[in-house]
């Protein structure tokens, strides 16, 4: 090979530890990286940006880069975040434990101190003014899965790598930390393009793998009624298809839990809704509590997801199947069992057991209407998602903000194709801006709907900014109800109002007359369909930002059931001591 071949667009020779880096991000999925320049970053920023394949997408600021790399991650696989030392990486921090949280691999790179300072006696600039640069590595040791501090080019080629491979392994973010000025120097581990990626797939315990089966299969066989409950580990088992093929083959019900909302086919014709406890889709939540037996593959059950502990499920009658083990009632356990395997083998040897939905087909009553609208009456937020359900195909995708969204996006009967994202098991308000800006980057073929509650888009609103240096097409509901509704209902005090925005003026001062951008203001039904018709008409190709006027104390039902509940949970006295 002529070394003219390894030659970057910018000149610079290929064989570098920042054009390595490069090649392996687009290698591995990532052809957008968010980030936020500081001058630890600047070297290592400009060789991402010579790699043809890989797009810089510049955010306002660490906390939305790191949102933004969330919701990339669930569009594309993964996600890639630049920012700078410390004062960058503390601040993206919550975002990547939101991303641990929620199963993501995200590669959070961090532009580090230069190498010759590791080791002396210095105070560096962006950091607390202690002379030990390990308090940002250690803040990311429990909200990673893997942390290299690339300080020598020597293993930097095998550091890399080992991140890159172990954040796809385990579903969960790494940190990478590049001395500033080690990106543009040649070594001779980086002088010919770096072998393709690969990783070699887990293969389950055949031993392991049938014992499951059979005793899962005759625990299930002798069960009159049984349901099957998909959850969020779904999409890090990545076993949604061999979900459906169990299913098929069972003709067992199927519902979701909450936060697996979208990784389970709601167009499937035994699909009976979400599974929340006390707060379940009507009739669902009677057919899995009081059947014999139930599969939850997958499952996460927290405060919120159990609605304050308050599920009425018991251990003995469940099956739980994890992303590598199966759990059958009170035991037998069974490991290095994974998850796609275990489901698309138990689907041939189940018995077809319709019992449990043909009672649910005989209780089921069709969701009724919101009632009949007086003219000129103010909108209500259940009229606001009825229009929002008519808007939903196989092209577009619901982002739902920490909220009441929560609960009224759960009820949107999801169309074949349509995505749905939502962050439950973190809940950090302001996560939706973000994870629009990257979802929507991810998923240029989808058209984004985001429902945002006012207070939560006052945390995160300036990367409205982004998406429209972007040219995104996302359509934003901002529901100004002049506080956070979802707090009221679990404890409600002053501090739950805020201080009210003219959000579509901010939103217009941002656009400052650059790109694609359309705003309205909404306060009744008509003046929303009037919106929604120009939002996917003559406006389709903008970002269209929709604040729609609700009252305070306009919430679903299921926020008021569920927030009693944990707070009930949350006001427990202390244990006797």
């Not at 580990?233 to 459906?244: C, D, F, P, S």
């Not at 009976?272 to 889709?281: E, K, L, Q």
Request: proline fraction near 5%; glycine fraction near 10%; include cysteine.
């Amino acid at each position: 090979m002529e070394d003219t071949d390894w030659i970057a667009v910018n000149g610079a020779p290929s064989g570098t530890l920042g054009c390595h880096l490069a090649r392996r991000l687009v290698q591995i999925g990532v052809k957008d990286v968010f980030s936020v320049p500081g001058d630890f970053n600047l070297t290592l920023l400009d060789h991402l940006i010579a790699e043809p394949e890989l797009n810089n997408v510049g955010c306002c600021n660490e906390l939305n880069a790191g949102y933004a790399a969330d919701g990339y991650a669930r569009a594309r696989g993964v996600g890639a975040c630049v920012v700078t030392f410390t004062v960058g990486g503390l601040s993206v921090l919550n975002a990547i434990a939101g991303a641990y949280s929620e199963n993501l691999p995200v590669i959070c790179i961090v532009g580090g101190p230069n190498s010759n300072d590791y080791g002396t006696n210095r105070i560096l600039h962006h950091t607390i003014g202690l002379p030990d640069f390990t308090q940002e590595f250690r803040c990311f040791q429990t909200v990673t899965c893997y942390q290299a501090v690339v300080n020598n080019l020597e293993d930097a080629h095998e550091q890399i790598d080992t991140a890159l491979s172990t954040a796809l392994k385990e579903s969960k973010p790494v940190y990478i930390s590049i001395s500033c000025n080690l990106p543009g120097i040649p070594h001779p581990t980086f002088a010919r393009e770096p072998v393709p990626f690969f990783l070699v797939p887990k293969v389950s315990n055949q031993l392991g793998l049938e014992a499951a089966v059979e005793a899962t299969a005759d625990f299930l066989n002798k069960a009159v009624k049984p349901v099957i409950v998909g959850g969020p580990k779904l999409r890090v088992a990545k076993a949604q298809q061999a979900l459906v093929e169990l299913a098929d083959a069972s003709r067992y019900p199927i519902a979701v839990m909450p936060a697996g909302k979208g990784l389970v086919p709601e167009h499937h014709p035994h699909f009976i809704g979400t599974y929340w406890g006390a707060v379940s889709t009507s009739f669902c939540g009677e057919i899995v509590e009081s059947s014999d037996a139930y599969l939850f593959a997958g499952p996460i059950f927290n405060d919120y997801s159990s609605v304050g502990y308050s599920l009425l499920i018991k251990k003995e009658k469940a099956v739980i199947v994890e992303p590598n083990r199966v759990t059958i009632g009170n035991g037998p356990s069974f490991g290095w069992v994974f998850m796609a395997d275990f489901l698309s083998a138990l689907a041939k040897k189940l018995k077809k057991n319709e019992t449990a939905m043909e009672n649910y087909r005989r209780i089921y009553v069709p969701p009724g209407v919101p009632l009949r609208r007086e003219e000129h009456e103010p909108l209500r937020v259940n009229v606001l998602f009825k229009h929002i359900q008519g808007m939903l195909d196989g092209d577009s995708a619901v982002i739902a903000e920490t909220g009441d969204s929560w609960f009224n996006c759960q009820k949107l009967r999801l169309p074949e194709n349509c995505g749905y994202e939502f962050q439950m098991q973190y809940g950090s308000i302001g996560w939706s801006v973000g994870a629009t800006l990257g979802y929507a980057q991810g998923a240029k073929d989808k058209r984004v709907i985001a429902c945002i509650g006012d207070g939560s888009f006052q945390v995160t609103a300036q990367d409205v900014s982004t998406m429209i240096r972007c040219g995104q097409r996302t359509i934003i509901f901002l529901i100004n109800n002049g506080g956070y509704t979802i707090e009221v209902e679990i404890h409600d005090g002053p501090y739950n109002v805020i201080k009210n925005w003219d959000y579509t003026g901010l939103v217009k001062a941002i656009h400052n007359g650059e790109g694609k951008c359309w705003t309205a203001k909404v306060r009744t039904e008509d003046e929303l369909t009037e919106a929604i018709e120009a939002a996917t008409g003559a406006h389709k190709d903008s970002l269209c930002f929709i604040e729609v006027f609700v009252h305070k104390d306009d919430t679903s039902k299921e926020l008021l059931e569920w927030g009693s509940r944990v707070s009930a949970a949350n006001s427990r006295p202390p244990n006797p001591q």
